[in-house]
Structures are given as C-alpha cells and as structure tokens.
Nanobody
Framework: QVQLVESGGGLVQAGGSLRLSCAASGSIYRINDMGWYRQAPGKQRELVASITSLGSTNYVESVKGRFAISRDNTKNTVYLQMNSLKPEDTAVYYC???????????????WGQGTQVTVSS
C-alpha cells in the first residue's frame, strides 16, 4: 500500500507564509514527478507546482515568485513553501506523486487527502 500524507495547512493573513509537506510511504520502489494541486470552491482543480525526480520545477503563472516547491528524495517528501499569500490562494491543496510500487513495473498516480489553506484579507 502506498499513501501520501499531507500536513501544514491552516489559516493565515494575507501576506503571510505557510509550508506544506507531503510524505509518501509504503512499498515504494521509485518516485517520478511530484506536485501540488489546489481546488477552490466552484473551481476546477489546477496544478500549482511540480518537480521532477532530478529537481526541475514548474509553476502556474499566478504563484511564480511567491511559492517554491522542493523535495527530499531520502524522505520521499515534497514541500511547498508559500510566501506572500493572497486571499485568492485559498483552496484545498492536494499532493500528487507518480510512484512505482515495489510490487509493480508500472507507475501509478497517487493523491493525498488534501489540506485546507485559508488566506484572510
């Protein structure tokens, strides 16, 4: 069984910072890309940031310069440092990872349970 467990969400004032963490656990052979998505009420889920196994990153335009994604491959963990938060960043944030379980030759897409981020004005 492979699972992703997120932590670090919460309530913050505009201009503040939060750091999200997502740890993958279970019978894991290899992890490819990892990323963070978010979904605000009434909106579609969108990719916020992603990072490859070699550390190449990608961001949605609205968070460039404010958010930073990183990963620790020794801990199977991905992070999202969020600075200069805005009310429009309010959403449920989901961790995503492309993982090859130790019991398979294929990669599968896994999701975390989501963590609420609320930015007050």
């Amino acid at each position: 069984q492979v699972q992703l467990v997120e932590s670090g969400g919460g309530l913050v004032q505009a201009g503040g910072s939060l750091r999200l963490s997502c740890a993958a656990s279970g019978s894991i052979y290899r992890i490819n890309d990892m990323g963070w998505y978010r979904q605000a009420p009434g909106k579609q889920r969108e990719l916020v940031a992603s990072i490859t196994s070699l550390g190449s990153t990608n961001y949605v335009e609205s968070v460039k310069g404010r958010f930073a994604i990183s990963r620790d491959n020794t801990k199977n963990t991905v992070y999202l440092q969020m600075n200069s938060l805005k009310p429009e960043d309010t959403a449920v944030y989901y961790c995503n990872a492309n993982i090859q379980p130790s019991t398979s030759v294929r990669y599968f897409n896994y999701w975390g349970q989501g963590t609420q981020v609320t930015v007050s004005s």
